[in-house]
């Protein structure tokens, strides 16, 4: 069983949509949660990171830890084709904070 | 501008010719890594550098070397290539201080071909 589970998609879905994107994860002394997105032929840029439990916004992300359920979320609001992306979520090892576990990411695709 | 180059952006070679993937930051960054890209099998770290001198195996090291003479600079060498290393390869830069997490700065990606 991998570290993280990630579907990897695709997930396609019209414009204006709520996007849901989510990871699974085993251990539970992960402590940072980190959403990085990929657009087609560049790489990975962080989007959001949050600490333990609880919910972070900026805009129209929010992500989401629970932790009792070893689960994350990453929620978009009023999805545009320009959120086109793979969505990777990684985590800290407990003890690293540069080390980072990756999900294996979800192709999103907002149609028009 | 703060970035990760890295060179070539495309590669198609042949089994067994040695080449080299170059990369370089200008964050002044501890730490640097190396992760190839495979369809459903998402990031896998290569290689790590916490400093000059300093590397260390990740989770896919086979078939690969790295070294680090230069903080700035932390190249990619497969010695002798071969098939299953065809691949999209990206390198990333962090800092090291700090309890928080660390964001990792990635490089534009080298797609690596061999046949």
Request: no cysteine.
């Given at each position: 069983q991998k570290e993280v589970e990630q579907d990897p998609g695709p997930l396609s879905v019209p414009e204006g949509a709520i996007v849901s994107l989510n990871c699974t994860y085993s251990?539970?002394?992960?402590?940072y949660f980190m959403w990085y997105r990929q657009y087609s032929r560049k790489g990975p840029e962080l989007l959001m990171y949050t600490y333990s439990s609880g919910n972070k916004e900026d805009g129209r992300f929010t992500a989401q830890v629970d932790k009792s359920s070893k689960y994350i979320s990453l929620f978009i609001r009023d999805?545009?084709?320009?959120?086109?992306a793979t969505y990777l979520c990684a985590m800290n090892p407990?003890?690293?904070?540069?080390q980072l576990i990756w999900g294996a990411g979800t192709k999103l695709i907002i149609k028009p | 501008e703060a970035q990760v180059t890295q060179n070539p952006r495309y590669l198609i070679t042949v089994t067994g010719k040695k080449l080299t993937v170059t990369c370089s930051q200008?964050?002044?960054?501890e730490y640097m890594s190396w992760y190839r890209q495979d369809p459903g099998l998402g990031l896998r770290q290569i290689y790590y550098s916490m400093n000059v001198e300093v590397t260390d195996k990740g989770d896919v090291p086979e078939g690969y070397k790295v070294s680090r003479k230069e903080k700035r600079n932390f190249p990619l060498i497969l010695e002798s290539p071969s098939p299953n290393q065809t691949s999209l390869y990206f390198c990333a830069s962090s800092i090291l201080a700090g309890k928080s997490h660390n964001e990792q700065f990635f490089g534009p990606g080298t797609r690596l071909t061999v046949l």
């Open positions: 251990n539970s002394a992960f402590q999805s545009q084709p320009s959120d086109s407990p003890d690293s904070n540069y | 200008n964050m002044n960054h």
